[in-house]
């Protein structure tokens, strides 16, 4: 079924609610994987640089399977691909079981992979949905409540795997287990969904294409390829930064409080001033937007914010480095919910296809952590030691990230016009 204006405009609620609950599951997959990279490091005996694959392993497949995703979306529409995508990630999690059995690290890979591929489709259907199903200027807001449930799973994900794994004396047999009951719970929320009162949303301009017109009432009225939108364009690589500055934090966490206070007891409650910063800066969202603060305004001040707070994570006393990811992850909490709307502004029939080459975009947080993982590697070469030095000036590749994302909002974003 397909939703009338006003249907969209004001009976939105409890899709959103489904919807949020499969943000929740986004958040956790990225939270199991910032809590395995310190854990494989030490059962593979891995570097730096190569316990990052991890992380590259999940994010690669936004990529490959980037267009692919528009397409499946195309032939059989948004909420049937979220059950696609579900049962994609259950197959995922279930490689994962003999991989730790064979401690195989390429198939541990592989497993990862697949997941990502599952993560691929749902990321490409879940957030144009959340986008084109109230009004354009209000989605911002819309997406930092998912933000708030995405975020509140970082910091459920690592806890629940703890509960199997010890992060002092990794076991990758205690593995097998809660990657049996999250396949489960996967495959149940995929029917969940299939079953959901979740209609069907089509964006302004894709109602003419499917009702068989040539009349396009969008900005797309003249286009002919999705090459043409500069401005979505731009916002790609203002997603491929953002996630990637997004994830670092995420999947350095663990590492970075280990080098700052040592192999102290439950390491993975440090992940909570990640998500501290996040959930604080989409509750900021959530009451300021659209009332008090544009959607751009917003991204403006957090870039801003975010090159101020890496200086400070950079230059602060090494007993303080730490804490500076709290600001750091506040500064990154507005910028997925106001890059997304503003950057498939007017795509009009090209919405499925300009979200899947947003979703490739992703791939930069398999890309940015990987690279500041062989900074540090390279900083701990040179100066013989692992220090906390090494990983504040290897979070230095973060300034450059928001400067771009800085332009994207005065003046990137504003081409099409």
């Given amino acids: 079924m397909k939703l009338s204006e006003e249907t969209r405009l004001k009976g ?71 059950v696609i995508a579900f049962l994609v990630m ?33 990321q490409a259907s879940v ?6 199903i109230g009004p354009l200027e209000s989605a911002a807001k819309r997406m930092s409540m998912m933000g708030i449930m995405n975020k509140m799973a970082w910091y459920v994900a690592p806890i629940f795997l703890g509960l199997f794994i010890d992060l002092q004396e990794v076991r990758l047999d205690d593995v097998v287990m809660p990657f049996y009951l999250v396949a489960g719970i996967l495959f149940v929320l995929g029917l969940g969904v299939y079953f959901a ?23 797309s ?42 192999d102290v007891p439950n390491l993975e409650h440090y992940a909570i001033y990640v998500t501290m910063g996040l959930v604080a800066g989409y509750i900021f969202g959530v009451i300021t937007i659209p009332k008090l603060l ?58 499925k296809i300009g979200s899947s080459i947003l979703v490739m975009g992703i791939v930069g947080g398999a890309i940015i952590p990987l690279l500041f993982g062989f900074l540090v590697d390279l900083g701990e070469t040179i100066t013989g030691a692992s220090s906390v030095s090494n990983y504040q000036w290897a979070y230095l590749i973060m300034a450059p990230c928001y400067a771009f994302i800085l332009y994207f909002a005065l003046h990137g974003h504003k081409i099409r016009r």
């Fill in 197 to 219: 009162p979740l209609p069907e949303v089509v964006a302004k301009g894709e109602e003419v294409l499917e009702e068989g017109s040539e009349e396009d009432t969008s900005y």
């Fill in 294 to 351: 544009s959607q751009t305004r917003a991204l403006v001040i957090f870039s801003v914010l975010g090159i101020l707070s890496t200086l400070a994570l950079v230059l602060a006393p090494v007993q303080y480095a730490f804490y500076g990811l709290l600001l750091v992850s506040f500064s990154n909490s507005l910028m997925w919910p106001a890059i997304w709307p503003l950057a498939i502004a007017d795509l009009g029939r090209f919405t």
């Fill in 127 to 132: 957030n144009p949905y959340v986008t084109i």
């Fill in 221 to 262: 009225k003249d286009k002919t390829s999705i090459w043409q939108f500069p401005h979505l364009l731009i916002g790609a690589v203002a997603i491929f930064l953002y996630i990637g500055i997004e994830i670092l934090p995420m999947a350095s966490v663990i590492d970075f409080a280990r080098v700052t206070f040592g």
């Fill in 12 to 82: 939105y609620i409890v899709p959103l609610v489904i919807v949020g609950l499969i943000f929740f599951v986004i958040g956790f997959g990225v939270g199991i994987s910032g809590f395995l990279t310190p854990a494989l490091r030490q059962a593979f005996d891995l570097n730096t640089g190569q316990a990052y694959l991890v992380t590259f392993a999940i994010f690669s497949a936004f990529v490959i399977f980037g267009r692919p995703a528009a397409w499946v979306i195309t032939k059989i529409g948004y909420r049937k691909a979220m």
């Fill in 90 to 122: 259950a197959l995922g999690m279930l490689v994962f079981v003999p991989s730790a059995r064979a401690v195989s690290f390429p198939l541990f890979l592989v497993a990862l992979f697949i997941g990502g591929i599952g993560n691929t489709l749902l």
